[in-house]
């Protein structure tokens, strides 16, 4: 894929999030292609894809707006730095505003992306929520484990340690 191939799909998915059309942001993706998101997790093939969008993104936050920049692709890999900001409808948060930085990493496959993983700093939008501290040292000690359990990083981690022995 080109560059410019990669920079428009990436467009088409950032106004297809921000605007909330499921069915168009799901058709950025493969049929079969995994969404990694770093706080509901998978979301495997088109149809949860599209309900990740609607059922979750959407109904928890209002004024929702996601942007890719420094766009790089490489074969089948590709990836954006990006900005997001919304408003939590959250009860708990109502009329919080939240601005995420990340970055991003795609999978690509026949035009389209066949698998998504993201690196957000979730603390970041957690201080901007006001969660407890304590409901956030849960969350992070989860996804401290999900990381620390996840094949490639075990493997990695078995190559580092032997480095230095």
């Not at 949860?48 to 959407?58: G, K, Q, T, V, Y």
């Not at 590709?78 to 795609?106: H, M, N, Q, W």
């Not at 407890?132 to 580092?160: C, G, H, I, Q």
Request: charged share 20%.
């Amino acid at each position: 894929m080109t560059l410019d191939d990669f920079t428009a799909l990436v467009g088409r998915m950032q106004d297809a999030a921000s605007s909330g059309d499921a069915a168009a942001f799901a058709g950025c993706f493969t049929e079969d292609a995994v969404y990694h998101d770093y706080v509901y997790g998978p979301f495997a093939g088109r149809e949860n894809i599209a309900h990740m969008l609607s059922d979750h993104f959407h109904a928890q936050a209002r004024d929702y707006d996601w942007r890719f920049f420094d766009h790089a692709v490489s074969g089948a890999t590709g990836y954006a730095r990006s900005l997001s900001r919304f408003i939590s409808t959250i009860p708990a948060f109502e009329g919080k505003e939240v601005v995420i930085d990340g970055i991003s990493r795609f999978r690509l496959a026949d035009g389209l992306i066949a698998e998504y993983w993201e690196s957000v700093n979730a603390g970041v939008a957690h201080v901007q929520l006001g969660v407890d501290p304590a409901r956030s040292a849960k969350v992070f000690a989860r996804w401290a484990n999900e990381l620390r359990t996840r094949p490639d990083a075990v493997s990695y981690v078995a190559a580092a340690r032997a480095r230095f022995q």
